[in-house]
């Protein structure tokens, strides 16, 4: 058995009015998770959360916040982290759009007024780590590239990469691909052709910017990277579903963690892991 303390991990029951968001919602996924927890008893995958001063910003499961908020719960089960340590990394996705060609990006920027310029991917990558209110789209077989500018204001670039978004979360299928990955390991391994975007390099003051503002990114940019993420507490619905008693209900958690940990039924890995979503 492993000899946690209460300090190791930090499961708080949190009102859903007390979390500020960042980023929007995947109008497919949202739909899925909503209808397996419209159907199901239990969360079993707490949302992530991060502690900035007095607000709790969501970190991740914004699909999850939705689909709760949905049904009438007034509560969410959340690991809280300290969004101020050195820590937590704040990384981010980016998108391989497959079908998508350079000419279909070009064709939007025209008739948006985004400007651009074509460009090397090496140049690309390197404008973007300067200057984090640019984007780059990449052709991952002809090696086409161009480089687009966004507003230097940070409400106006949110804004911008929604109305960029909508070209292709509609339309084509995409799949996020870690920001750190090689494009010579996306051309190698992708089975099929498209364009990879590579999004701006925010920082964590931009996430508590934009989270304390009207704006929200689109799903799927902003990567958080978690030490001891917590999964499968598997925690009831209807407990969730009005707000009375928060402290009872916070020690009676503290109490079904204990027995689960003295049960030996925590593990804890530090494998990198592969999941099948749904």
Known sequence: MINYTDNYFDLEILRLTDIKLHEATENIRLRNIYNRISKSKYLINPVITGRHNKDIILLDGANRYGSLQTIGCRLILAQVLDYKSNELKLDKWNHLVYDLKIENIIDFCDKSGFRFEKTSYSKGIKTIKEKFHYLLASDIVNDENILIKLSSDLDEMVDQLHKFTLLYFKDYDFDRSEGDIKLSDIKKYTRRKGVLIVFPDLKKSHIVKIADSKFHLPAGISRHRIT????????????????????????????????????NKVRQYQESVIVFDE
Request: proline share 0%.
């Open 228 to 263: 001891n993420r917590v999964l499968h507490v598997k925690y009831e619905i209807s407990k969730l579903m009005h707000d009375r008693n928060i402290e009872q209900k916070q020690k009676d958690l503290k109490i079904l963690l204990n027995d689960k940990i003295d049960k």
